[in-house]
């Protein structure tokens, strides 16, 4: 069978055997009023992919097909779905597939926050169907959570912005980051690069904060206006009280010394946690040091619906590229991009394309 009955997916079958991903056909949930068929052309692969297919967020119903950062075009339509969808449309599709759509907090657009989210991948529809990411032939999406990408955006660099460049940007709008404040981008990896160049574009002056130098000429290169490396002696001195907000990226707190880090802000800056580290890692700080210095520690989750296509249309307006590496999909290429974003062994970011020649 071929779509519209089933979807082709590579997927992982265990976490034991996460680096052996397998192609096969899978069934969608079935198709709502609400619902748009999008045949992909484009996926990021996202740190989220990685925690996910090796098991570090627990067992889920297998094969797990992961992918949220995907580009791709509208082929079906449901009856109820927005009127400025058409077929042929080029969208994208982030972390979340859907909510409830009634909560206080979906009422505000922070659907992101919704307790009935269901994710893009990992989730569980009504129909009792798990839902499938972006490393396949089709997605099928709630219309609310699918974006237009402006023309100017090309798919491989306009993928990663889904969830990615949603996640480094919407800390900085909802922290009033503009013209001049002082943003700390901890954590130079896929995450960290996109919120710098975004915090750039807002007209902060940028502070990549790294455990060594070796991210040092790159995040010069993407605009940051100062780096500090966290091996150094006198980090904590020299920038004590400087700034305003710190967006923390990196994908493990391993090694990271958060009472030291929040010596960093200025009294009332924030630190957020925008990443999301194996589940068994804790933060650890002492309430003297937040005391002490001030600061507040909170966290932001990808972004809602508004958010997501206001970062679309601003990246497009600025300019933002992600730095991307293109891998052909196939189960060589998805263990290929597993195996190097598992050891850190991309800069910054991988986009899975070439989706013609994977699937019929
Ligand atoms: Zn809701
Ligand atoms: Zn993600």
């Not at 509208?74 to 972390?95: E, T």
């Not at 001195?237 to 710190?246: C, R, V, W």
């Not at 010596?263 to 005391?291: D, H, S, Y």
Request: aromatic share 10%; net charge negative.
């Amino acid at each position: 069978m071929v779509y519209p009955e089933t979807f082709q997916g590579i997927g992982v079958n265990s976490p034991e055997s996460w680096l052996e991903p397998k192609k096969f056909e899978f069934k969608p949930h079935g198709f709502r009023d609400y619902d748009i068929d999008i045949k992909v052309e484009a996926c990021g692969v996202c740190g989220s992919d990685i925690h996910a297919a090796s098991g570090n967020w627990g067992k889920t119903n297998y094969p797990l097909v992961v992918g949220h950062e995907i580009i791709g075009k509208i082929v079906r339509l449901g009856s109820k779905v927005r009127k400025d969808f058409k077929v042929g449309d080029r969208v994208g599709i982030g972390a979340q597939a859907d909510s409830c759509g009634v909560c206080k907090v979906c009422n505000t657009f922070d659907e992101n926050y919704c307790k009935h989210n269901i994710g893009t991948y990992m989730g569980i529809y009504e129909d009792g169907t798990s839902s499938y990411g972006g490393y396949s032939s089709y997605v099928r999406v709630h219309d609310r959570f699918a974006f237009k990408i402006p023309e100017k955006l090309e798919s491989k660099y306009a993928a990663p912005l889904l969830c990615g460049g949603i996640t480094g940007f919407s800390p900085l709008l909802h922290n009033g980051v503009t013209k001049g404040t002082k943003v700390g981008v901890s954590g130079i990896g896929g995450i960290g690069h996109m919120s710098l160049l975004f915090a750039k574009a807002l007209g902060a002056e940028v502070y990549a904060i790294s455990r060594s130098d070796s991210k040092k000429e790159d995040s010069l290169k993407m605009g940051a206006d100062h780096y500090i490396s966290t091996s150094s002696d006198d980090w904590v001195e020299k920038y004590s009280g400087e700034l305003d907000l710190i967006v923390n990226c990196g994908s493990s707190l391993t090694g990271t010394n958060l009472d030291q880090m929040l010596e960093l802000l200025r009294p009332r800056g924030k630190l957020v946690f925008i990443t999301a580290p194996p589940m068994e890692e804790k933060v650890t700080v002492a309430p003297f040091t937040m005391l002490k210095t001030g600061t507040f520690i909170g966290g932001s989750g990808i972004g809602g619906s508004k958010d997501i296509q206001f970062m679309l249309n601003f990246a497009a307006e600025h300019d933002i590229k992600p730095w991307v590496e293109a891998v052909d999909i196939s189960e060589e290429g998805v263990t290929e991009v597993f195996k190097r974003a598992y050891s850190g062994d991309v800069r910054y970011r991988f986009t899975l394309v070439g989706y013609d020649k994977a699937f019929n």
